[in-house]
């Protein structure tokens, strides 16, 4: 056996879907080779043998939303850190947005993302292309050339900043739509936010918190849905965060408009209450909302009105989180926590199912990425990228402990009951019981 070659696995005792009795599946070469009980019998000598103890059997986690801050912030995050956050989440596969410093607004930057994250070898690392030039909202990038590099960029956004030029944004959902590429919209009209840090309510009014309105994410939402309709094109709405927004979707999706969106683990779990402690750990774009939008986000995760969720993993260094509220800077961590927290709050409340969760968290991403060899069903001949959850192994958040280099966890201390114990990326494991494994 060569380094390049995937050892045989045989992972025993797990249930795929967490439906039914264990099982055992065989890995060889890249691929699930059996399933079942005699999928064990004539292993080879130098098999990799893992006993599950009965834990669920998921399709790997797909990422479409994630900061890797790698080139420029290498000390806040690399595309290895990263990778090593992804592997001990589920994921094995990423999208790492264009927010970089220099930006990924051309061929050289996505294709050398691209490189170092095949060169790491934990999961697939794609980037996502910048819409814009500097994501300065003005000129369109070389789209075509980043869509047709090494890297194939499949998903353009100038995620942190909005595509806020109604032209531009139409421009671009255009010539989208000819490449075959998707654009993700971070849905932020920037004439209503200027200054803002907290959600526009009471919170932060009681707070003397500056305030971004609902109004400026659907505004956004619902402009960007009808020039979708009127290009042709597919747009995908990032990090969704309010009840009118689960409105607008709702009504887009049924006129035939191809839009999707993605939730965050931290929109379905906190609201805007945590802001009383002003710890700038809870600043985040858009920022936490309030108890029934959370809720109205949860209902339509379920319901599929709201197509995945997506971690909107973002580092930031300790001295850019621990001051001020308004000071701080938006964003925190995900790949970590995003299993357990939507298992909390959608499985082990009955609202979903495994399986739902597996088509939240990786057949629609896949799909709605194009990925291929992602999120497809656990059965012989698919390609073996897989995440296995423990749903009873109660651990606590602790963010040094995290294999994110930065700490901003807003979930330090809390208790959740799903683990990721074991992740398998192209017939390897690459995490197990919370240990990156090369
Ligand atoms: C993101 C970041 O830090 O890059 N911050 C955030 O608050 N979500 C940018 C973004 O997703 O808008
Ligand atoms: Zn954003
Ligand atoms: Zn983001
Ligand atoms: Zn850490």
Known sequence: MTALEPPTLLLRRVRPYGEGDPVDVLVRDGLIAAVGPDAGDDLPGDAEIHDMGGAVLLPGFVDLHTHLREPGREDTETVATGSAAAARGGYTAVFAMA??????????????????????GLCDIHPVGAVTVGLKGEQLTEMGQMASGEARVKIFSDDGMCVYDPLVMRRALEYSAGLGVLIAQHAEEPR?????????????????????????????????AILARDAGARVHICHASTTGTVELLKWAKAQGISITAEVTPHHLLLDDTRLESYDGVYRVNPPLRESHDTLALREALVSGVIDCVATDHAPHAAQEKCCEFAAARPGMLGLETALPIVAALLVESGEMSWRDLARVMSTRPAEIAGLQDQGRPIRVGEPANLAVVDPDSPWTVVGEELASLSANTPYEGMTFAARVVGTVYRGRMTSRDGEVLA
């Open 192 to 224: 209503l936010t200027k200054g803002a840090v907290a959600h526009e309510g009471p919170t932060a009014a009681r707070l003397g918190l500056t305030g971004w309105p609902r109004s400026a994410e659907e505004s956004i939402v619902a402009r960007d």
């Open 99 to 120: 927010n970089t410093q220099p930006p990924q607004d051309n061929q050289t930057v996505t294709d050398s993302v691209w490189r170092i994250g095949r060169s790491v």
